[in-house]
Every structure is written in C-alpha cells, then in structure tokens.
C-alpha cells in the first residue's frame, strides 16, 4: 500500500493501492504498476506500507525522476544504509528491542563459551558456536551491501517476468 499526500491538503494522506479487503485498490495487477503511474513529482514523499500484520511502514522520497535506459535492469537501488530487518521478526517494535538486547547476549555467551573451553566441554563450546551462528544477521545490521540487493532485485523481476510467462502461456 502507498499512502501520499494530496496536493491541496499536506497533512492528510491519500491511500493507494490495497490497504484492507474492500479498501481502494489499482484498477490493474499492482505488481504490474509503476511508481511512475502513481504521479509522484520529485522531492514529495509517499508512505509504502509493507506487511500489514507488522506494520512495517517507510516513508520514501522521490529524489529525482530520470529518463529509463534501455539497457538497464529496473528496479536498481542506488543507495542505502543498513540491512533490512529479518524476516518475521514480529515488527518494528519487536526488532528495536531485539537489537538491542544482542550485544548484551553476545558479551553473555562469549563468556559462556569461555568457561566451556576451559573446562573442556566439547558439546557445549559446539552448541554455543551455533548459538554466534544463529545470531549473525542480528549482528551485522549494519551493513549494505548494493550489489547483493540489486542481485536480488534482478533474481526477483526474472521471476516474476517468468511467472508471467507461465500464466500467459496457460490462458492460451
């Protein structure tokens, strides 16, 4: 869902696209639509809501509006900060709290893991390696890396393109 100001009133929102059943939705497929067919005009911001379960919302600006390139692959991210969040993590609020609470379950297993090699647990020094494991995403939230997401961008409208095909391909 896309939710954006209109012109005349600046602090009410205009919703855009399928918030709720029997809510507005796109006359057409809204994994066909373009931000381009919304209006937006550079510099205005818009609220995409993502999993409405969660409520992952993110305000976006329009930076600039360019001319496409033929020979480019689109969508293409251009910039960043941070990582996304993991998945089905149970929301912004659960994510914040989580976040912030790792580093302390770090210190705490590295200590942990320190009286395991010391007293010569082999099982427990492997089950608090695998306990670092599973706590490796929460642990590098900080990186961006925009190749790797616009590998996955790629990965994901080569998909989709596909799915389409095999749609078309059944209807005839």
């Known amino acids: ?7 005349s009133l600046p602090y009410s929102w205009q919703t855009i696209g399928i918030a709720y059943l029997g809510g507005i939705s796109f006359r057409d497929d809204p994994r066909r639509v373009k931000l381009s067919d919304l209006g937006l005009r550079a510099k205005e911001k818009f609220l995409y ?8 919302q ?7 509006i360019l001319p496409s390139e033929p ?5 293409v991210c251009i910039g960043g900060k941070r990582t996304a969040p993991p998945e089905d993590c149970g929301g912004p609020w659960a994510f914040m709290k989580r976040r912030d609470e790792v580093p302390c ?4 297993r590295f200590w942990q893991l320190k009286e395991d090699v010391e007293a010569g647990d082999i099982d427990a020094v492997r089950d608090q390696i695998e306990s670092f494991d599973s706590m490796r995403e929460w642990l590098t939230l900080d990186r961006f890396d925009r190749r790797a997401i616009n590998r996955r ?4 409208v080569e998909k989709t393109n596909g799915d389409r095909a095999n749609v078309e391909r059944i209807r005839r």
């Open 58 to 64: 993110h305000l976006i600006r329009v930076e600039a």
């Open 49 to 56: 809501e993502y999993d409405f379960i969660d409520q992952w």
């Open 71 to 75: 020979d480019h692959c689109y969508p």
């Open 105 to 108: 379950e770090v210190w705490k």
């Open 1 to 7: 869902m896309v939710r954006r100001p209109p012109t």
């Open 153 to 156: 961008l790629k990965q994901d």
